[in-house]
């Protein structure tokens, strides 16, 4: 099981590849390894940023505090029924007067004051003055202005080269926008006294051209109106109208009311009509007779229990109860009738008093459309009036509030002082930063090489995208083992890869092997010559072939000729005993490439080829074929397809994965049976991730040179390699 444990890889369809999470050990790995590049971006970066800061030039800056508020009056206004200094709040106006300070209203006098266009001129070693446009396009570069905080406070700070001039100009600054603030308060109240009295004179001419009209035509229309300059009144006589609306109201509702009283009283019965009076509008005659008639009534109802109704007596109030009905029905019948004339009045009245009324309303009428023109005249006349006090109230106000005075509404509450040291460039910090952007850079750029870098990387890389398993994972720098010896610290990764070979061939008849890669320098020769030695140092009888014909490098390992080799076998120039050759170890024999004629490029697909390995097959328990690359020539496919086994060695972080594919691929397609892959020129003291495979043991060697291990400890240490490894595959 790998120590660093990995997410599972997902792998992508078609191409074989997988995406993977990084772990924090992964980027770790990844600096390590881009650290040259880190470093020198870092050192680029650091040493560029300290060369630009100490070039740049150097500059001061000042600032001045000033307090900016409304014009406010130390008490109220005249008139006014606030408290004096309040206003309303403007978001904008400090925005406002950010523009004024920076106007050419207030820089130009500065400019003027400081004689600034000599001093740039000097600054810029310019035989020319500079011209005020010139000298301002200049100026608003190195002054800033900005609210500070959420106060009313202004901040002016000007940057120069001197320290006092930058001072001079933040505090004439402040001093010329005093100044302009002050001014144009004043020349505002002159101009709006000015426009008051300019007005005031109009008005008085136009007062007396309406006073000569009002008086011209009250004499011609012949007004009675003798106040003339007071308001205006109406012709009609108001009292009079009044009286007779009045009389005209009361007369109507007797009218109403005397007809309700009269249409009430036709509408009763003569019996209903005697109770209704006497009840309604009763009078002392009515009330006496209606008194006695039930006196004689109740008389008349006594005596006739006692004498019957043929007595005297009984005549006699009979007659008097019919009088008195008589002179009851006469009192009614003169009631109605007083009533009837009542209304008959009420109407006469009210039709007299509203005649009355249409006959005043008609005359004024006239009257108003004859004096029209004069009531014109004198309402101008009044609007004049009104329009000349309101005009002198206005003036009056005015020059009391002049007199009163207004608050000093912009003053200098910190003036600008000579600073003594520099604004720019601010040396530790530009350093500090160009130190932090340096690391940002370098790391960035190491992980975006390694985002581009598609070669193979990991283990990981390899099985995912060959789906393949690794057979061995051979270190850097790497010499030939013959002349390194068996004690090698690189020994035991191909005793590894050896082990993984055994274990991983299915088939012990198996003995035939071609080491391949997907592009030039990857280190194959180097890997089949180094486990061929193993293998012969493990008693193994075993024959090295050099069999990349165009480009053969194993003699000179061997440090042997290349007169005469394979080539001359397969040509039938040289018998196969004239051509292999001893080494230094006893069971390993060498056959190098020989001479390849131009005429004889296919020798490896011949029949003699396939002969010879047969032979050789015979003869050796182990035959290691060395081949050209895969993708260059098709050396390598025809040595795939004739032998047992194939292995495919990728060189560490240096071809793209898509290539090995395909090298790993054209092994298929002949039909060659690929083994696995062989991590080469891995370098382990940088990649942590590789040292948990095969880097411990480099330790084990490394502390036990002064007291060299025996060989039983030796075969005891690499028989629990053996079986670890057996145990991961």
């Known amino acids: 099981m790998d ?50 800061t100490y070039y740049l030039p150097v500059s001061y800056a000042s600032m001045v505090r000033i307090r900016v508020e409304k014009d406010t009056y130390d008490i109220s206004p005249l008139g006014s ?22 106007s050419k209203k207030i820089l130009y ?52 080269p001197t320290n006092t001039m930058a001072a001079d100009i933040a505090n004439k600054i402040a001093e010329h926008y005093i100044i302009s603030r002050n001014k144009g308060r004043e020349d ?63 007369s109507t509702a007797r009218l109403t009311m005397n007809r309700e009283l009269l249409n009430q009283m036709k509408n009763k019965v003569p019996g209903e009509l005697r109770t209704f009076l006497a009840s309604a509008t009763p009078t002392a005659e009515l009330t006496k007779l209606i008194g006695e008639l039930n006196s004689a009534e109740q008389t008349f109802e006594s005596l006739s229990l006692d004498f019957g109704t043929r007595s005297k007596e009984m005549e006699r109030i009979t007659k008097i109860i019919a009088l008195l009905n008589d002179q009851i029905e006469a009192q009614v019948r003169g009631i109605v009738s007083a009533r009837e004339a009542l209304v008959k009045a009420d109407q006469e009245t009210v039709l007299h008093v509203t005649a009355q009324l249409e006959k005043e309303v008609s005359d004024d009428f006239k009257r108003t459309k004859e004096n029209r023109p004069y009531f014109q005249a004198k309402r101008d006349l009044e609007d004049q009036l009104r329009l000349k006090s309101v005009l002198m109230s206005k003036k009056f106000a005015e020059e009391i509030d002049a007199k009163i005075g207004k608050s000093t509404s912009v003053e200098i509450i910190q003036p600008a002082e000579a600073s003594r040291k520099p604004d720019k460039p601010n040396k530790p910090l530009n350093i500090a930063m160009g130190v932090v952007f340096g690391l940002m850079v370098g790391v960035g750029l190491a992980f975006f090489i390694e985002y581009l870098d598609t070669s193979v990387k990991t283990i990981d890389d390899v099985e995912q995208a060959l789906q393949s398993p690794v057979l061995g994972v051979i270190p850097q720098n790497v010499g030939a083992l013959i002349h390194e010896g068996i004690d090698s610290p690189h020994a035991e990764a191909y005793r590894v890869l050896r082990t993984n070979v055994l274990f991983s061939r299915k088939d012990p008849n198996l003995r035939t092997m071609t080491v391949v890669s997907g592009g030039a320098g990857e280190g194959k020769s180097t890997t089949i010559f180094n486990l061929a030695t193993i293998f012969a140092q493990n008693g193994s009888r075993v024959l090295v072939v050099d069999s990349d014909l165009r480009r053969p490098s194993l003699h000179k390992l061997l440090n042997v000729a290349n007169n005469i080799g394979l080539t001359n076998y397969l040509l039938a120039q040289q018998s196969l005993e004239e051509v292999i050759q001893t080494t230094s170890i006893p069971t390993l024999d060498f056959l190098p490439s020989g001479k390849l004629p131009s005429s004889s490029m296919g020798i490896l697909n011949s029949v003699k080829m396939k002969e010879f390995i047969a032979e050789a097959k015979r003869r050796y ?11 260059g020539v098709s050396d390598a ?41 062989v991590l080469n020129n891995i370098n382990i003291s940088q990649d942590s991730y590789y040292y948990y495979y095969s880097g411990y043991y480099y330790d084990y060697y490394s502390k036990s040179e002064d007291s060299k291990p025996t060989q039983e400890k030796t075969e005891g240490k690499g028989k629990k390699q053996v079986l670890d490894i057996k145990q991961k595959y």
């Open 188 to 250: 505002r109240w002159k101009r709006g006294n000015e426009t008051l009295t300019n007005q005031l004179e109009e008005v008085e001419k136009s007062l007396a051209e309406a006073r000569r009209t009002v008086d011209r035509l009250r004499e011609e229309l012949n007004v009675p109106d003798i106040n003339v300059e007071g308001s205006y009144s109406l012709t009609l006589d108001t009292d009079k109208m009044r009286h007779l609306e009045s009389l005209r109201a009361d």
């Open 81 to 102: 029924l606030g408290i004096g200094g309040q206003q309303s709040y403007d978001p904008y106006y400090l925005l406002t007067e950010f523009e004024v300070i920076q």
């Open 109 to 160: 006098p500065v400019i003027a004051e400081l004689s600034l266009t000599k001093y740039y001129a000097r600054r810029a070693k310019s035989e020319l003055e500079f011209s005020e446009p010139e000298v301002y396009d200049i100026l608003i570069r190195e002054i800033d202005v900005k609210q500070f905080r959420n106060t009313s406070i202004i901040e002016i700070r000007a940057k120069s």
């Open 637 to 677: 496919s025809i040595l795939a397809s004739e032998v047992d086994m194939a292995i495919l060695v990728i060189q560490y972080r240096k071809y793209p994965q898509q290539m090995t594919l395909r090298a790993k691929q054209m092994v298929e397609k002949v039909g060659g049976r690929l083994l696995g892959v």
């Open 3 to 52: 120590p660093i444990q990995k997410p599972a890889p997902t792998v992508s369809s078609g191409t074989g590849t997988a995406d993977s999470k990084l772990h924090f050990l992964d980027y770790w790995r990844i600096i390590r390894i881009r650290k040259t590049i880190i470093l020198a971006v870092f050192f680029l970066v650091v040493l560029t940023t300290i060369a630009v």
């Open 621 to 631: 328990d182990f035959v290691f074929f060395d081949s050209p690359p895969i993708m």
